[in-house]
């Protein structure tokens, strides 16, 4: 625990008892964001709806989410920041409106629901008021769902920087842990009680998910963040640094190893485009230690250890993958195509409404023909994008549209040659957050690793690296050092 403060920055002889009283506000926050973190990650790996894991987590974020709101409320509201939390009501506010009870006379016109009329009509019985949802309860568990990434986005931008620091370092830990369970479920076989999740890939390590795929890409997103690490702490001298990369370094190779057994295709191509992206994490950025002799021969180091790494992995686990892409013409007649045709399909029928968040499920069968039948069972389309649609209609598509605008300026912002704070670390970490944002999107078109609790939580956490803190208003600091 020592350590973990030294590396995030936090001296402890200089957290006095007068420091710690005068915020406890604040310190609230940032135990509670640790909290629903860990919790995230240990029970949210799972993609069916309804999961007593899945709620156990929602129900934790409920204090944490009225505490950061007020605490946000408090500080006032920047610039940076109000375009985000626009589209989280927007995000709230499109399943609310979905499940508002419509008259008959109104809903028989909605596109898409002809077919339920006339089973309604040939029941012999009257159609009742319903909303655009065809699946409500399914709508108000995908609202639900929301919560846990929300309450951890309005968290973080409230913590302190050290708090980030140590969230990050938090999910590098959790993935390794996650490859010794993996290691752990290879050797229990197929039937180990160490698989958490029924159905599940039982011939890989899938660590706390259900699916190797949303397993890879936990493993993705703490590549940049270990690079972050691994770059900042060549840069120090400090004995203590010096045995915290040592760490770092094992657990990236643990990381690597992770992903060589997971067999994951997209979570290896995704991988390698991470790290090539983080070979740039501490390009360009002029402050502090980056000022230091020898910066250019650390940039060149990290670089290689990153190729060199993905290299092993990627050699690792070729035999599984070529196995993957080999069995039975796989390639050829990948699942994907078939699904995203029928899913398609039910999305033209049903615009410009949508057929509610989370029902896709009934709706594709409702258009999956006899020939397009596939095995096994389908419950999500396997993009994202296309199922978000299908779901939300052209509103949630214009939603993502305004998401991925901000999600392009701030990218372009921690990016840019004259971006900088007052510590490389945190400079890094924010375009840490923005390759851990991207990586997943473009996931999101290959399949639904944001349908899980724990990625949309640390999807939510690199939303948040790429923003400033929220600093406290000045009277508050004021008070926050004037003696006990």
Request: glycine share 8%.
């Amino acid at each position: 625990m020592i350590l973990a403060l030294e590396l995030t920055g936090v001296r402890l002889r200089s957290v006095s008892a007068d420091a710690i009283r005068a915020t406890p506000h604040f310190s609230w926050i940032a135990i509670l964001t640790i909290t629903e973190v860990v919790l995230a990650l240990v029970f949210g790996g799972g993609t069916l709806q309804g999961l007593w894991s899945d709620a156990l987590v929602q129900l934790a974020s409920l204090p944490l989410l009225a505490i950061a709101a007020n605490e946000l409320l408090a500080r006032g509201l920047p610039d940076r920041v109000r375009w985000p939390l626009g589209l989280i009501c927007v995000a709230l506010l499109l399943p609310i409106l979905q499940l508002i009870p419509l008259p008959p006379f109104v809903w028989i016109h909605l596109p898409g629901r002809a077919s339920v009329v006339v089973s309604v009509h040939a029941a012999g019985m009257a159609l009742p008021w319903s909303p655009v949802s065809l699946d409500p309860a399914a709508t108000q568990r995908s609202l639900l769902s929301l919560l846990p990434a929300i309450a951890v986005f309005l968290a973080a931008l409230s913590l302190e920087t050290q708090s980030r620091r140590l969230i990050s370092l938090l999910i590098m830990v959790f993935a390794v842990v996650s490859v010794l369970l993996g290691l752990a479920q290879i050797a229990g076989g197929s039937d180990s009680p160490l698989r958490f999740y029924q159905p599940t890939n039982t011939g890989d390590s899938v660590g706390f998910f259900a699916n190797r795929n949303h397993y890879a890409a936990l493993l993705y997103c703490a590549i940049p963040l270990a690079t972050t690490w691994n770059f900042t702490l060549l840069l120090d001298r400090r004995l203590t640094c010096g045995f915290g990369l040592v760490l770092i370094l094992l657990a990236y190779s643990f990381i690597l190893l992770g992903l060589g057994m997971a067999h994951s295709r997209a979570g290896v191509m995704l991988a390698f485009a991470a790290g090539l992206a983080s070979v740039f994490l501490g390009s360009g950025l002029k402050r502090g230690a980056t000022s230091q002799p020898g910066r250019k021969k650390v940039l060149l180091a990290v670089a290689f250890a990153n190729l060199f790494g993905l290299s092993l992995a990627f050699q690792f686990g070729f035999v599984g993958i070529a196995n993957r892409f080999g069995n039975n013409g796989q390639v050829l007649e990948d699942l994907r195509w078939p699904i995203a045709k029928v899913t398609l399909q039910a999305t033209t029928t049903n615009l410009p409404f949508g057929v509610g968040f989370g029902a896709f499920e009934p709706v594709y069968q409702m258009f999956e023909t006899r020939p397009a039948v596939v095995e096994p069972y389908v419950n999500h389309a396997h993009d994202d994008w296309l199922e978000l649609i299908l779901d939300g209609g052209v509103p949630a598509a214009v939603a993502a549209f305004a998401f991925m605008f901000w999600y392009v300026v701030a990218s372009w912002r921690v990016w840019r040659p004259s971006f900088g704070s007052n510590h490389l670390l945190d400079d890094a970490l924010a375009r840490a957050g923005s390759i851990i944002v991207g990586a997943l999107l473009v996931h999101s078109a290959l399949d639904y690793p944001l349908r899980t609790t724990t990625l949309m939580v640390v999807f939510a956490f690199g939303c948040a690296l790429m923003i400033p803190p929220v600093e406290p208003a000045k009277n508050e600091r004021l008070m926050q050092q004037r003696p006990v």
